[in-house]
């Protein structure tokens, strides 16, 4: 019988011959990332009555969510977090600066098809962009997979998005993205593993790649899934320095891949040439709007980052819109990479450089301001376009302010005009 | 000031109490909001920010047993525990929704709290009415008299919520094997 991706690995995973959606497994996870709530985990996982975590070294661990740390608390927390790996022998350990979890794991080699990844984390959907089959799971969940090694799953109905066409100049992963949430909904793909085929998925980089499977949290998907091909394992290659691992790599994606004929609960075709900038307006990500309806609102900050947006393409698109020009008066631009490596590769490539010239602030490697901890707080009355994944009430720390989401291009234009514009408007 | 239970919570078969309705797509940013997850740890002070930047009327005035009645997605966004956590520090008997954000109804019953997918009954309850719930029937009844039925819960689920929570249940579970 056909499967689709999420059927094949939970199969796999569980060691059975063959699973079905709705059906109940026992995963064993590969990697359990936990991050700033390592702390507040611990102390569930010692509640639980075992002393030792039982499988230390697929435990991974970034401190990123405040970092570094703004208050006595926050330090406390992250002092209370080291003190855990040290005594558990946790040795992939990512300390302040490294960068925000998501980045970090896939630069660090942990993550390659056929993985099976249960993060503490909503945005653990990123990883399918690798083959990998990655689902959030709250605190509780993730102290018992501290504790046995294991949790239940439900085997999730599929979904199959296939993205044809080409992306016009400046139109990015990030605007189909936003436009396929507003088009299906927050609950889209509620339950869904997410899977996304067709030739315009195909000419993506790896760092587009990302941006529509982290972002798939949004669309309420357990997991999402990228196909892989020369992009993923070359670039896997590159971040690991581990060439010889290609052919393994390569396996597991041709026995993971979904089979011609799955059952897909819905399948869904977009057109990526008729796509032209978008933005998700306050206070949700489904309420998504095409650039020119909400060009000229006025803005306050501008912040490009986040494990959606924070990578090396990313800081290349802004360089580039903002090389010889300004910021406007009166705006921040806050830029803040993903991670310790890609901002030293921004650095030897000039764009940290340009946007200091063009009058950016920048800040530690890590989340920064998106979930309302610390660096870039907007005041009340204050509007913000980010390049992050999420724009709830109240998320960046106000319930005062709004907040917009584009792509690393609307972001920088928007900072050059103090005003919502794209790079044609500039 | 509510009524703060510190207490592990047991789910009971039968909760009564009043309705507080709200719509569809309550994220948990509105139910806990971001800039408290790293600071805000005791369950007194959880309760005190339950749904803050939802409704700021809830926390002061929620009484034990009382029940969320709310439209589709209830819970989406953040993995973040205390969005389910801070409404069992709060005193809240259960939540009746169109349907869940996945990650917020894991948390929902690893915490002991009723989670009930049941979009007929969310039709007819309003703000203030009171509902009963009973558990193991799988029966809500309205104020008025009306009565909707839900589909039983998964035995995984079920386990889960008879030990009182996902932490209790494993650590029965590793006394038990010794």
Known sequence: MPHTFAEKILAQNAGLPDVTPGQIITATPDVALSHDNTAAISKIFRGIGVNRVRYPERLAITLDHASPPPTTRHAQNHADARRFVAEQGVTHFFDVGRGICHQVLTEEGLIFPGVLLLGADSHSTHYGALGAFGAGVGRSEMAAIWATGQLWLRVPESIKITITGQFSPWITSKDITLHIIGQLGADGGLYASVEFHGPAVAAMSMSSRFVLTNMMAEMGAKNAWVMQDAVTFDWLAAQTGAPERRPAWEAAARQLAPDPGARYAAEYTFDASAVEPQVACPHTVDNVQPLSAVAGTRIDQAFLGTCTNGRLEDLAAAAQILKGRQVASGVRLLVIPASSRVYMAALQAGYVETLLTAGAVFGTPGCGPCMGNHFGIPAPGEVTISTANRNFQGRMGTRDSEIYLASPAVVAASAAAGKIAGPEDI | ?178
């Not at chain 2, 930047?53 to 047993?65: C, E, I, M, S, T």
């Open chain 2, 1 to 178: 000031m509510p009524q703060i239970h510190n207490s592990q919570p047991t789910i009971q078969n039968s909760i009564r109490g009043r309705v507080w309705k709200y719509g569809d797509g309550v994220n948990t940013d509105v139910i806990f909001p971001g800039k408290y997850t790293y600071t805000v740890t005791e369950p007194a002070e959880m309760a005190r920010h339950a749904l803050e930047d939802l409704d700021p009327a809830f926390a002061a005035n929620v009484q034990p047993g009382d029940v969320i009645v709310a439209g589709k997605n209830w819970g989406n966004g953040s993995s973040r525990e205390q969005a389910a956590a801070c409404l069992v520090h709060a005193g809240v008997g259960a939540v009746i929704a169109e349907s869940f954000g996945r990650i917020w109804y894991r948390n929902a019953i690893n915490n002991g709290l009723l989670a009930v997918t049941c979009a007929p009954a969310v039709a007819a309850l309003n703000a203030g009415d009171v509902v009963e719930i009973d558990v193991q029937a799988g029966v809500i009844t309205t104020g008025a008299g009306q009565t909707f039925r839900f589909p039983p819960l998964d035995p995984a689920v079920q386990a889960i919520l008879a030990g009182g929570g996902l932490i209790p249940y494993l650590k029965q579970q590793f006394q038990s094997a010794g």
